[in-house]
């Protein structure tokens, strides 16, 4: 019924999420009344904060996307909040196998390099990321997973010893393939984490740079 679908989306208006704005695929990634195209809030663990990389969210950014943490609690002050931290103090030994969890005695290690990694240059084949304070040096990791899933990274050492914030990505991934990267920071004292999965796990290496 065309007079049932104002957006001409070909879903009616009375089952279509987001009944003002053309959205086919109904996307709504936390499961609430609104499809993703319109909803303010996309908040998957309904905590009234909302998921990182929705530009519409007018709702604060959660710290803990997929964790219900309505405190925003985040002792260590990094990128997550404690509900969902591996390591809840920062000192670079995971929380189950830290006996001081909640005490930073670890390794003075680097912390993380963060969500600053992109790609510059004439033809988008460097790497580029913000420096890191107590860091003398960087990696370089990649990997490489097919375009249609599953997405199960396994990092390995592409460029070690690296004295910049930049560095080549190196070739170009075969036809149906992609590449995900990430940079760690390093020291005297070690090496920093090489960050978190949106679920809120330690990232693994596969091949670590020497």
Known sequence: DGANDADYDGVCGDEDNCP???????????G????????????TDRDGFGNPGFPLNTCPEDNCPLTPNPDQANADGDLWGDACDGDQDNDGIPNELDPNPLVPDGPL??????????????LGDTLQWSP???????????????????????FQCLQGGLMGTSASAGADPAPGNLFAYLVTARSASGESSPGQTSAGALRTLAVACP
């Open 20 to 30: 003002s704005d053309f959205n086919p695929d109904q996307a709504n990634a936390d």
């Open 32 to 43: 609430d009344s609104l499809g993703d195209l319109c909803d303010l809030c996309t908040d």
């Open 109 to 122: 290690v680097p912390p993380e390099v963060g969500p600053t990694l992109r790609f510059t240059g004439v």
């Open 132 to 154: 890191v304070a107590s860091a003398d040096g960087y990696a370089l990791y990649r990997s490489g997973y097919p375009l249609s899933g599953p997405y199960n990274p396994a």
